[in-house]
């Protein structure tokens, strides 16, 4: 089955800055590579995915690139607010494949 | 309008007792997933379902877990014989299509047994 690993598990950064978040998968299958916020005591919540026909997508202050060949992808997030502070999970699943795995997550800091 | 609501929000249980969570996902929404969230861990995947039927429970742990969805919209995640183990936050995901898309998630369940 899938196996999604997400590096590093925390990350301060100073408002302003940039803050990157890496994942890697295991199933060649997978396709859909979404991105979800959980605010402390909250539900997850989805601000971007990307399917495999893109190598990269943007909205606003956050982006996402994908590298099929080796298994990996990023979320960017620019220009950092102390809104942005939360934790950070990548997924990984098929269009054939239900079962959505989960990274462990990043907890991001931002520091005002 | 409504997103997804769980209940209760919180349950306290003795080890071995019989428990029930509840989820009610967005109107009209076909696909349902259970997911059970540890501290500090990202989602575990439980079950999905389409309609009615477990299209995939590959995720429960064991046959003490069990779930339901008799009428293709609440569904109901059961728990037999609890476990210390079994502490967690049980989240419950609607999604409006049959493809892989975005999941809407509930507030959760957070299960503790004592």
């Known amino acids: 089955g899938e196996n999604v690993e997400q590096h590093p598990s925390t990350l301060s950064v100073q408002e302003g800055d940039s803050a990157v978040i890496k994942c890697t998968y295991s199933?060649?299958?997978?396709?859909?590579f979404p991105w979800y916020k959980q605010e402390l005591g909250k539900r997850p919540q989805l601000i971007i995915d990307?399917?495999?026909?893109?190598g990269e997508k943007k909205d606003q202050r956050i982006a996402v690139t994908l590298n099929k060949t080796a298994k990996h992808f990023s979320l960017h997030i620019t220009e950092t607010q102390p809104e942005d502070s939360a934790v950070y999970f990548c997924a990984a699943s098929s269009y054939n494949n239900n079962d959505m795995r989960f990274g462990a997550g990043t907890r991001l800091t931002v520091k005002p | 309008g409504a997103g997804v609501s769980q209940t209760p929000s919180n349950k306290v249980t003795e080890k071995g007792k019989y428990v029930e969570l509840r989820c009610d996902p967005i109107s009209g929404h076909t696909a349902l997933y259970w997911y059970r969230q540890s501290l500090g861990q990202g989602p575990e995947f439980l079950i999905y379902f389409q309609g009615t039927g477990a299209a995939d429970d590959s995720g429960l742990p064991n046959d003490r877990f069990f779930a339901v969805r008799p009428e293709g919209s609440v569904s109901t995640l059961k728990i037999q014989r609890t476990e210390r183990g079994d502490s967690a936050v049980y989240l419950c995901?609607?999604?409006?299509?049959?493809?892989?898309?975005?999941?809407?998630f509930g507030p959760g369940t957070r299960l503790t047994v004592l």
């Open positions: 995901a609607s999604s409006p299509t049959r493809t892989i898309g975005e999941q809407f």
């Open positions: 990307i399917r495999s026909n893109v």
């Open positions: 199933d060649s299958a997978s396709n859909y």
